[in-house]
């Protein structure tokens, strides 16, 4: 899928949508083993759209659709153009070949499962029902096909409402949010099936404001804040080096600090009173630190001598909360040598409770997992 999207729309007199991106046509193709996690990207684009409420994720996808206008710009998708303002060209949304999954699903509560799906399909009755029932076996709906919505669990819905979609043979899918409605263990479910789904397709474009879910299911993502988008890549990579403190904090990054530079691969963070050592030389620019809360090593008496250069991008806590977690721990500290209150910013670590661990008197921060940020 190529897509290209330049546009503007002000929903507000304090907030203007402007978003400028665009897909590329070559597949992403990732097999990336990393410790015991193993991801695995097939054939197929899925790109994610990822910020907070309010952001602009949502209004994007309804001007791709076609539900919303833009005051301005062009779309296309592979070469097709969908909206242009200069040319006057706005196609309405059944002409867009888009499908579109809403949060709520957007069923027909008088109609059944069967009539949900096949509603509208300019085909005889018979071909209607048999294009149906094919979905309707690959969506593991069999069964329910004289069933309403209401009689449906939220994953049955989903299914119903993706099946509805598909069967139009979209160009595009976009995908609102799609597992916001459902408990934590159906949404975990209803992932893994995604997964399966989106490996053989290429025009997959999910909005989500859960850096979890754009993490299993995107290999690219677009990070937006505040109507505008921050930055674009490939979904490990942006993980990996965030480059702006705001994608860090919507990556998940608990833990970020104003710095001064203090040598070519040495800084200070400020808002925890430590000196820290870099894998690499300082880039132009750079504002802040910032470290994920499960990338500290914790150390212990006997691992200092001969395993880390004396105590080198290490921080004695000072225990100030702690909380159990169903399979983790949080435990939020702050520098217990600080010599200055401008160095006692609290500073989140979390680890499996199956590591067994007490809380160690150090916490290591590895060069290599300081995250540079401007």
Not at 216 to 228: F, P, S
Not at 256 to 282: C, F, M, N
Request: hydrophobic share 40%; charged share 25%; glycine share 8%.
């Amino acid at each position: 899928m190529s897509l290209k999207v330049s546009m503007r729309k002000r929903l507000s007199r304090e907030f203007y949508l402007e978003t400028e991106f665009e897909t590329p046509r070559v597949p992403v193709q990732s097999g990336i083993v990393s410790g015991a996690s193993r991801v695995l990207q097939d054939s197929g684009l899925c790109l994610g759209i990822l910020g907070a409420s309010g952001s602009g994720k949502s209004m994007t996808l309804k001007c791709i659709a076609g539900i919303e206008t833009p005051d301005e710009g062009y779309i296309s998708v592979n070469g097709r153009v969908l909206f242009d303002s200069a040319k006057k060209i706005n196609l309405k949304p059944q002409e867009r070949q888009a499908g579109y999954l809403f949060q709520n699903y957007a069923l027909f509560p008088r109609m059944t499962v069967m009539e949900n799906i096949a509603a509208g399909l300019p085909l005889s009755r018979k071909a209607r029902h048999d294009k149906a029932a094919v979905l309707i076996d690959r969506f593991g709906l069999t069964g329910l096909e004289r069933r309403y919505p209401s009689q449906l669990s939220g994953g049955q819905q989903q299914r119903t409402a993706l099946a509805r979609m598909l069967i139009r043979d979209p160009e595009v899918i976009l995908l609102d949010e799609p597992f916001s409605a459902l408990d934590t263990n159906l949404r975990e479910q209803m992932q893994m099936w995604f997964t399966e789904l989106l490996k053989s397709r290429e025009d997959v474009i999910m909005v989500t404001h859960s850096r979890d879910e754009a993490y299993k299911l995107c290999a690219e993502i677009l990070v937006m804040d505040g109507g505008r988008v921050l930055g674009k890549g490939g979904t490990r990579e942006l993980f990996a080096n965030p480059g702006l403190v705001n994608i860090a904090l919507l990556t998940g990054c608990k833990n970020i600090s104003p710095v001064k530079q203090t040598g070519e691969k040495e800084i200070y963070a400020l808002d925890w009173g430590l000196p820290l050592s870099l894998a690499r030389s300082v880039p132009p620019g750079v504002t802040h630190v910032g470290i994920r809360a499960h990338d500290f090593a914790p150390v212990w008496a006997d691992d200092i001598p001969g395993l880390l250069p004396g105590r080198q991008n290490q921080i004695r806590i000072r225990l100030t909360r702690r909380s159990e977690e169903p399979f983790e721990e949080a435990v939020l500290f702050t520098n217990a040598e600080a010599q200055t209150q401008e160095g006692r910013g609290e500073i989140w670590w979390k680890f499996s409770k199956y590591m067994g661990y007490a809380i160690p008197e150090r916490l290591y921060m590895p060069p290599e997992s300081l995250l540079l940020l401007r």
